[in-house]
């Protein structure tokens, strides 16, 4: 969903997602998000979009459509690094629908300047996806990143997905940007030495929790620690 107009660095947006037909008061909610993207022009995704996203080869290599404006799409080709990585090496649907939102050139720019305040070339910013799996958001974050932004994307998550991160980033490296470097590092939350990470301008992330009550106060913890203090952090997450 685009950012309402005239939000801020730390402004909170909680958005209540539900079947229209299947929750009593669906209709009001469908109408407000109908409202919504009326106002701001955009077309809302849902579940039905994703798959229209998604294009798959005979050899199993899949294709996610970012933004239609922006013409661009990131590759995931299956690999014996996948092997055992479980939900590292899938692609959700939270992560698919933020990939498309960020990717839109208004709401990038808005999300960008939002986390970035007044950078200049000469100053980097840095942007972290934590959760990563196949790194489908931090990546989407990477292409969406313009000629004005020298950047950092740090796609993070369990050791043992590394290697298939190193690997899409590898398939990945021409729909982004020369000045935009992007890489991949094991983090496990609350247990890593976060401070060796250095802070960041903007945290994203989706399809995290799978409602494990336990990994809340790490997550928070994680970003806490990681989160540029003061005017300009912004934390994008899709839970």
Not at 83 to 110: D, F, R, Y
Request: aromatic share 4%.
């Amino acid at each position: 969903l685009p950012l309402p107009f005239g939000a801020k660095p730390g402004d909170a947006l909680q958005i209540q997602v539900a079947d229209s037909k299947g929750v009593e008061g669906g209709d009001e909610i469908g109408d407000s998000v109908t409202e919504g993207s009326r106002k701001s022009g955009e077309k809302v995704n849902s579940s039905s979009d994703n798959a229209q996203n998604i294009r798959t080869d005979d050899d199993g290599t899949c294709h996610v459509s970012l933004h239609p404006s922006t013409g661009k799409e990131l590759t995931f080709e299956p690999s014996e690094s996948t092997t055992g990585a479980a939900i590292c090496s899938e692609l959700w649907p939270t992560g698919l629908v933020m990939a498309n939102v960020i990717t839109n050139p208004a709401i990038s720019e808005q999300l960008l300047a939002s986390g970035s305040g007044k950078k200049s070339k000469e100053t980097k910013l840095r942007a972290l996806e934590v959760g990563s799996g196949l790194g489908t958001v931090g990546m989407a974050l990477a292409t969406a990143m313009g000629d004005n932004n020298n950047a950092e994307v740090v796609l993070t998550d369990y050791a043992s997905a590394i290697q298939m991160l190193e690997a899409n980033i590898g398939t990945n490296k021409d729909v982004i940007r020369s000045n935009v470097i992007v890489k991949a590092q094991g983090l496990e939350w609350g247990k890593h030495d976060l401070e060796s990470l250095g802070k960041f301008d903007v945290i994203c992330g989706a399809d995290l929790l799978y409602g494990d009550e336990g990994s809340y106060q790490p997550l928070v913890d994680t970003l806490s620690v990681l989160l540029k203090q003061g005017k300009g952090g912004l934390v994008l997450l899709g839970v």
